[in-house]
């Protein structure tokens, strides 16, 4: 093999690697913005949950208005199968939810699970817990900081921030619930 032969074959070489190179960095690209549309997707579905959950209750006066509303108006919109799956609109699944027992809200055991300690907590700590205590549920630590951030919205909840973390505790009544700094 001559010096000018190994020299193109060389160039190839890195030719190839660097093609190859871009095409791995455009497949990540692709993948990271298909992970961002799952979780948005996961999300919005864990938000139909917690609201079929939240109209499941039988106590709930507002629900007639809600299914009256909702079968005067007609369906447009073509629903993607995940959620016709989590709305259990899926084949075998509506009688396997109507059969389910009402499981509190994550609002509920959040709650409950706050007022078990005496100091603050991070959301962190409060998932793990949480798993422990209900394994056939599995909240995002997503899903539990934004349900954390809806009760201090609420004030029912207090943010405390120390340096960089974030911990939660019950508000006692007559407290406003907003804190942190």
Do not use: W
Request: aromatic share 2%; hydrophobic share 30%; charged share 30%.
């Amino acid at each position: 093999m001559t010096s000018q032969s190994a020299g193109t074959l060389r160039s190839r070489y890195a030719e190839q690697a660097a093609s190859d190179l871009e095409e791995n960095r455009q497949r990540q690209r692709e993948l990271i913005e298909e992970i961002s549309k799952l979780q948005q997707e996961e999300s919005l579905l864990v938000d139909i949950l917690t609201l079929a959950e939240r109209y499941e209750n039988p106590s709930d006066a507002s629900r007639p208005a809600v299914q009256a509303q909702s079968r005067s108006a007609p369906r447009k919109q073509r629903r993607s199968p995940a959620a016709a799956h989590a709305r259990g609109q899926v084949t075998g699944t509506s009688s396997e939810v109507k059969g389910k027992a009402h499981q509190p809200l994550l609002v509920d055991l959040l709650i409950e699970l706050l007022g078990d300690h005496g100091e603050p907590c991070l959301a962190r700590e409060l998932r793990e817990e949480f798993l422990q205590k209900h394994p056939d549920r599995a909240p995002t630590p997503q899903v539990v900081r934004n349900t954390l951030e809806s009760l201090v919205a609420k004030g029912r909840v207090q943010r405390h921030r120390q340096r960089r973390s974030v911990m939660y505790t019950l508000s006692q009544p007559g407290e406003s619930g907003i804190s942190g700094a």
